[in-house]
Structure formats: C-alpha cells, structure tokens
C-alpha cells in the first residue's frame, strides 16, 4: 500500500513518487514534494543569478584544462552514438533548419554580429556563420557566389560593409589586386585605374578578370 503525504508548501496530498527520498526522515522522504522544491531552486537561482555566474567563471578559469580534457576523452568514447545523435537531429530538422537558415540569410541586419581578429565583422547562423560582407553582396545580386566569387572592401576597412564599398570579383582578380594594393596608399583610385567597373547593380561594383 503506498504511503501519502501532504506538502506543507502547496498543501496538496502526494504519494511517495511525488517525494524525493531522504534517509534522515522519519517516513524516508523529504518533506517538500518534487515540485516545490524544483521550484524552489529555481527562484533561489533567480535571486541569485550574478553570484552563480560569478562562480561558474571562476571555475571554468581555474579548471580549463581539465574540462576540455574531459570533453575530448567523453567524445572519443561516444564518437560513434554523438555522430548518429547528430545525423538524426539534422534529418528530423531538415525543414526547420532551411526556414532558419533562410531567415537569416535574407534578414542579415537582425544578427548580433562580432569582430573578429582579422578586422572584419561577421554574424552566424545555424549550424555555421557567413561573412556580412557576402550576405550583403549576395542580396543585392539576388543569388548566392559561386566557388569562383569574392568580395573586396575598396577602403581596405573590414568593417566598412556599405554597397559603395564592395567590390565582388573572382578570387585569382583579388588576389591580383591585392599583390597591387600593398605597394600603393590611395586603393579606391587603384582599383579605378587598374580595372575600371564593367557594369554597376545597385551601386555595387561588379567587376570581372580581364
């Protein structure tokens, strides 16, 4: 016969499954029930959320080897079963993956975007990130680069992503117009000499190799 109990918190009159067990009492369980205390916690963990955080940093800092240690060693063991979880997470999202991810590909503005060491600002989407420079680019052109297409900023500024200041040429031309550039100061009125624009979409200079 299973054993009742009333919670002193929300009054109501549980089983022993609505109970954590606790060997100090009495009847073996503890004496809120499961959901008051989850409660609980979680209002404590509110009221307290700085310090929390404050002791999770400290902790990650002093055990940071040790952590990244232990993630290696638990995806080396698991490598198998975390690879067959992934495929299947992708499978069954398919469609909710493309939704996002064409979201995010026509709403570039909208993304908390980083800087990283190279100078240039770049925002991320699921599951990987994509330059601002190109996303802009490619909406103005209305379609996504090919393998062979670039995109160079004329000021030399990586996070000057304004359509007057990009330039969308092949990769072998950039490199090209680079190898140029560094022996030169003035860029915008290079670039004008060296390969005047072939056409203009939407003030944004298309360019081609000759």
Same mark, same amino acid.
């Given at each position: 016969?299973?054993?009742?109990?009333?919670?002193?918190?929300?009054?109501?009159?549980?089983?022993?499954?609505?109970?954590?067990?606790?060997?100090?009492?009495?009847?073996?369980?503890?004496?809120?029930?499961? @959901?008051?205390?989850?409660?609980?916690?979680?209002?404590?963990?509110?009221?307290?959320?700085?310090?929390?955080?404050?002791?999770?940093?400290?902790?990650?800092?002093?055990?940071?080897?040790?952590?990244?240690?232990?993630?290696?060693?638990?995806?080396?063991?698991?490598? #198998?079963?975390?690879?067959?979880?992934?495929?299947?997470?992708?499978?069954?999202?398919?469609?909710?993956?493309?939704?996002?991810?064409?979201?995010?590909?026509?709403?570039?503005?909208?993304?908390?975007?980083?800087?990283?060491?190279?100078?240039?600002?770049?925002?991320?989407?699921? #599951?990987?990130?994509?330059?601002?420079?190109?996303?802009?680019?490619?909406?103005?052109?209305?379609?996504?680069?090919?393998?062979?297409?670039?995109?160079?900023?004329?000021?030399?500024?990586? %996070?000057?992503?304004?359509?007057?200041? @990009?330039?969308?040429?092949?990769?072998?031309?950039?490199?090209?117009?680079?190898?140029? %550039?560094?022996?030169?100061?003035?860029?915008?009125?290079?670039?004008?000499?060296?390969?005047?624009?072939?056409?203009?979409?939407?003030?944004?200079?298309?360019?081609?190799?000759?």
């Amino acid at each position: 016969m299973s054993v009742k109990k009333r919670c002193p918190s929300c009054g109501l009159l549980k089983t022993e499954e609505g109970y954590h067990r606790n060997r100090s009492k009495k009847d073996g369980l503890s004496s809120y029930c499961i @959901l008051c205390k989850r409660k609980k916690r979680q209002q404590y963990y509110r009221d307290n959320r700085e310090k929390f955080q404050a002791y999770l940093r400290e902790y990650r800092k002093r055990n940071k080897k040790r952590i990244r240690e232990t993630i290696r060693n638990y995806y080396r063991e698991n490598r #198998p079963a975390l690879l067959a979880y992934y495929k299947g997470y992708r499978q069954g999202k398919r469609a909710y993956i493309r939704k996002y991810r064409q979201h995010r590909y026509n709403n570039p503005s909208s993304e908390k975007r980083l800087i990283q060491k190279s100078g240039r600002r770049r925002y991320y989407v699921f #599951p990987g990130g994509r330059s601002v420079h190109v996303v802009i680019a490619e909406k103005i052109l209305g379609r996504r680069f090919k393998k062979n297409e670039c995109v160079h900023h004329i000021d030399g500024d990586g %996070l000057n992503n304004h359509h007057d200041n @990009l330039l969308i040429c092949s990769r072998g031309y950039h490199c090209h117009l680079h190898s140029i %550039l560094r022996r030169k100061k003035k860029q915008h009125e290079v670039i004008q000499k060296i390969h005047p624009p072939k056409k203009i979409l939407s003030r944004t200079i298309i360019c081609q190799q000759v």
